[in-house]
């Protein structure tokens, strides 16, 4: 028993947190928010450096790092609230790899795994960069399907900084587990958009003072802090499970995927919406970046369909299991 | 107890939805701030036209000399007929009632009646960027000069201010008195190139706030309201209007969206989902106490001058209540409600500002703890 | 429009408020636990002040102060968390009084408005006064019926200051309203033992020092005690509603005693829980007296069914009404 | 990352569950503190015999020099097999380590073998009457007195008092010092005049705690632990134990209440009603999310020495879970599960003591706001 990331993975993530720090500031959201348009640049240095082949075995031109290098990779795109197609494309393969015909795989991996196509992921009515994708890998409940040159109908959510679509077409089966696959990854950005959200708020009211005093050291504050880090790290125990399951033992994923959809979305919208109360008249400001990734977190969270219904799943998981014995 | 309408609040409230009835106000224009603000400035002008511009104002500066719960009533009918707030709802609300409090003949005589037309716009500048809540430690100064006053500083959070001719203004007339005593409180002229407006834009994309940017505005002595170095009780006197007949406003509207969603629930057939029903339920029982709550805080400030411990809670419950409704329509509604153009959108994002605005829930909670339960002042 | 108590009903309270802080201190609940016998002086001091006929009209005896007088009553009952069949006796007459038919009324006001007979009050599986009493009043959901005579199979349960039973023998139905008349008065108790557990609080976190200073001064602390303001004056706001209706509106009455049933099963949960918490270590003892508070709010809950099944209820009568429109 | 046990871990947890399926530990008393008591104590003993005891102690003083993981296991199997705690189980976990760490030759050799054997018992003397969390603030005094000391004062919360012939004490040695610096670490024989054992009944009617008065007790030199002034450090090595294993027990003991709730749930129909299933998801979503959070706690540990942000958590999480799932178990099962007999009901209020007992909830708020986030002492 090892709870913790390999060398290689934590690797991973400091790279990425790195990277994406230079050269995906929060800065630059205001103009993707603008033009709707992704920084094409950037996701020439995200293929340079295998990223949207993150969880493809080497044979199909991926970096062989598994749906936990896809995990971190997405903590970090996630901490950045980066705006590039790699939640879609890296996920999509992933899922494409694990849960699609031979064909499937032949087809689309070594395109996606080398950037030169890119995929959209979400649902029929809500799917990320779907528009301009050669695939994309749609979830409803626990199915999945795949939807080649998917017929798009663009249009502007909440989050300004990722391109949605409502998606038709023709679509082809995925293996069951797809839908899981997919929630995980998911789930995994919104741990990193919750930790950027903690990240911003401590330092904030470490700066911020009132009454004389900085306002983290009113209770109402740091106890505020201190959930968020409950949540923030309760979402991270699960989501690290949940890529596990994915690699080590997909009999357990179905299970672990919606623990970990269940506490990301949670925590996706107490620590984000808790980020703008901390930062008092700021955080409602355009300009105090915060409210990008309130915004990410709610569509992420739509994406999942919400804690409920997986809340739902698990309880009856519990007492089926509980009853059987 | 009698939680029905006496006879004379029910010719009241008949009297205004008559003419409430009668008063097209054409449709609302989206998308464009200037318009909108444009149409809730003829809104006004015709409720001055027909009398019901201040109710709550004495009858000789113009208004009805409403009650507090017939001015509670005006709110609650707006709200209910789909009505815009007054453009000038600031003057209405707070500047009017503190000038008629403070002011001298001669203000009362100025600043008063084109309050009423909305012939003159009023906004509120007690916030600055580093004070926060916390307005005994306001920066902005006020320095003598011959026979009168050049002033310096920064606000922020003054919604409005774009279409402003008078600003509610605390400075510093004296650095040296304790935090709270060296505070004045003016009645600023918007109008003068000292006065910088920059929008702030929000989590909406919209700009209702603005920073000031003031540098070396000029005031006259007889923009001085309620003496030199009183500016913190004229300003609670202002803090005390801000919220009496507002309050039914939002509470009618949190109701209206309630029902909004509701109705969707029920047309998608969700409320056989036992789930989905307690949900709503739980945001109707709140919406619900909030009403009844109000009513309680209403009938003691008639009795008593003040409400009891409850008035203290409205605020408090209703930016809760909005944001669990918000949540529950993005929840419920799914990916539809998270399209920028969808009022449930903008709703979600809208609502993360009610437990910051007008007082963060946790200086309400400060104030509840010290104000009404007597506990020693938080550390 | 006028949303607060009379001077008369004021004065009920008053005078209930003096009278059981001197003759039903919660020391005296000690003794109780022990022997499971109620003080019969005390009842009897109550009968002579005619509580037990407070809503009954005074032709069958009663003093005709009605639902909002019985609320009022039974506040300060739950304040000073007595043992007495007060809530079983002059609930039930009240049920009686309005929902029973003519013959009910002869037949039972009379004895009960006199304090000769008792009342029990609850549900078949949770009766409270049942045992001993001339005639039960029992609620199932939207139905009431009332037992004559009742069989009774007492048991202890946490609550060791009032005395619960099954009850078995033949029912007569009530009309449709007793249910939710009996809800209502359960509901008032409740906003009595929050404000009771609120008051309290705010004595022992002002006297208490922790760390050099008045605990109370903690934002955890004080904030904490707001929020139990909140949920009582809430409570209050739904429970004086409902009474309010049951006098005056009873048409409104079953969505009122909805409201008032969730407000105060919400609120007598988080508030006793919150006593609990701010007494630390002492709130977790037998000796300090905030305990009963608790328990008696956990049988009151039980009795009003959960906050749930209103919460559901609600919710429906909400979307009904907004989609009649 | 690697989410299954080693095959030294299996080997290691075979070979204990192969133990405890060949012990009969005989029906759990109930109603009888004291026989519950003995049961544990037998418990013990057997444990013992069979070089169980101890899992994490030097082989050299009669443990099996176990890994944390591998002492993580231990509690997990324990709680699995329905077994209760040993009845030493503070002079296992915290006196045994301390003394380990701290103790001079002597000590160990005259201490550390009848606490394994629970011969000896052992319970824990720091928290007072007036202190509460703020162990800086203890008032118990030791005063020289010709060769050893003489020690007056009042302890509470000290669970298991009346069977333990030792107490792990903090006094304080020297009144002048700055509150931390005053304090020593005694080993206080518990037989003695004067130390009185009060029970302090609880809200379940039980008495797992008690008080001690303390009037003129005897220590020699040698029951002094690390040093005359050092007792706040010793202290924080007790501390620190306090909760390593523990953790493990009642994060198991957690998960088999709400198998057993949801066994009744699913027997009863209910779980076809999704906020039934929500509710009951709620809850198991907490405790997986707390076993998860509790191992990662755990690796940390291991590989660092100490856990990560994760390990400040593990408590907290633990409370709240408890509480959520007793008062959803008293929500479900209705009034049979308030009936004074009934298991849910003293699992409800047994649980209220949860995010008070081994810290309360507000002070590891502090503790992770301060120590893992880094923000300013809280006000």
Chains 1, 3 share one sequence.
């Not at chain 1, 709707?36 to 293929?47: C, F, H, K, Q, S």
């Not at chain 2, 209910?80 to 003949?105: D, E, Q, Y």
């Not at chain 2, 929000?202 to 603005?210: A, K, L, P």
């Not at chain 2, 919220?243 to 949190?254: K, T, Y």
Request: net charge negative; aromatic share 8%.
């Amino acid at each position: 028993m090892r709870f913790e990331l390999s060398d290689d993975h934590r690797e991973i993530g400091r790279v990425a947190r790195e990277l994406l720090a230079v050269r995906a500031p929060m800065s630059a959201l205001h103009e993707v928010a603008v033009t709707g348009e992704y920084d094409g640049a950037l996701w020439g240095e995200m293929v340079s450096l295998g990223w949207p082949g993150i969880a493809i075995a080497e044979k199909h031109g991926g970096q062989g790092l598994g749906a936990i290098g896809l995990a971190v990779l997405l903590e970090e795109l996630g901490y950045a609230c980066a705006a590039a197609p790699l939640l879609s494309t890296a996920t999509a393969a992933a899922a494409i790899q694990a849960y699609g015909a031979e064909e499937h795989r032949a087809r689309w991996l070594p395109g996606l795994a080398a950037g030169e196509t890119t995929a959209g992921i979400g649902s029929r009515d809500l799917a990320a960069d779907a528009d301009g994708a050669a695939v994309a890998v749609l979830i409803d409940g626990d199915r999945a399907e795949l939807v080649p040159a998917p017929a798009t109908e663009p249009f502007r959510s909440i989050d300004p900084a990722r391109r949605f679509a409502t998606v038709r077409g023709d679509g082809e089966p995925l293996a069951a587990g797809a839908a899981d696959l997919v929630r995980a990854a998911i789930a995994a950005e919104l741990v990193g958009i919750c930790q950027r959200a903690l990240d911003m708020t401590v330092a904030y009211v470490k700066e911020r003072s009132q009454f004389g005093v900085p306002v983290g050291s009113f209770q109402a504050v740091s106890h505020r802090c201190a959930e968020m880090l409950l949540h923030t790290e309760s979402a991270r125990s699960a989501a690290y499970f949940a890529a596990w399951a994915a690699d080590a033992d997909r009999e357990r994923l179905r299970e672990a995927s919606a623990l970990a959809s269940a506490a990301a979305a949670e925590a996706g919208r107490l620590v984000t919406g808790s980020a703008i109360q901390a930062h008092g008249g700021i955080g409602f400001t355009w300009e105090a970046d915060v409210h990008w990734l309130y915004k990410r977190a709610q569509l992420d969270i739509a994406m999942l369909g919400g804690a409920r219904r997986h809340l739902i799943a698990l309880g009856r998981i519990a007492g089926e299991r509980a009853a059987a014995r | 107890m009698d939680l029905t309408f006496s006879e004379s609040e029910r010719a009241f409230r008949d009297e205004l939805r008559a003419w409430l009835d009668s008063y097209d106000p054409g449709s609302e224009p989206a998308g464009d701030e200037d318009a909108h603000y444009a149409w809730r400035r003829d809104f006004q002008r015709a409720l001055a036209d027909g009398g019901w511009a201040a109710v709550h104002w004495p009858v000789e500066y113009g208004g009805r000399g409403a009650t507090i719960m017939e001015s509670a009533i005006f709110f609650e009918e707006l709200a209910r007929a789909g009505a815009p707030l007054p453009a000038n709802v600031l003057g209405l609300l707070l500047a009017g009632p503190t000038i008629m409090s403070w002011g001298t003949a001669e203000q009362k005589d100025r600043f008063l009646a084109p309050i009423l037309t909305a012939e003159e716009i009023w906004c509120q500048g007690f916030s600055e960027p580093d004070a926060g809540s916390d307005l005994a430690s306001l920066k902005t100064r006020a320095i003598r000069d011959g026979n009168g006053w050049l002033i310096s500083g920064q606000k922020v959070w003054t919604s409005g201010a774009q279409y402003s001719k008078w600003c509610m203004l605390l400075a510093r007339t004296d650095p040296d008195a304790p935090k709270h005593k060296g505070l004045s409180y003016f009645l600023l002229d918007m109008e003068q190139e000292g006065v910088q407006v920059r929008p702030l834009r929000q989590i909406t994309g919209e700009s209702e706030f603005n920073e000031l940017f003031i540098d070396g505005a000029v005031a006259s002595d007889g923009q001085l309201l309620g003496g030199l170095g009183n500016g913190w009780k004229v300003a609670l006197t202002t803090l005390m209007n801000e919220r009496a007949g507002l309050a039914f406003f939002l509470q009618v509207r949190l109701r209206q969206l309630l029902d909004a969603l509701s109705a969707e629930v029920a047309a998608a057939g969700m409320l056989d989902d036992s789930g989905v029903a307690e949900r709503l339920g739980e945001v109707h029982l709140r919406a619900e106490v909030l009403r009844l709550t109000a009513y309680r805080g209403l009938t003691a400030t008639e009795k008593y001058g003040q409400p009891g411990p409850e008035g203290s809670l409205t605020k408090w419950m209703w930016s809760q209540t909005n944001q669990q409704l918000t949540e529950l329509a993005a929840q419920l509604l799914g990916s539809s409600a998270l399209r920028a153009a969808d009022r449930w959108a903008y709703e979600l994002l809208r609502a993360r500002g009610n437990s910051i605005e007008g007082g963060t829930t946790e200086v309400l909670k400060n104030i509840v703890a010290e104000r009404v339960l007597g506990l020693p002042r938080a550390h």
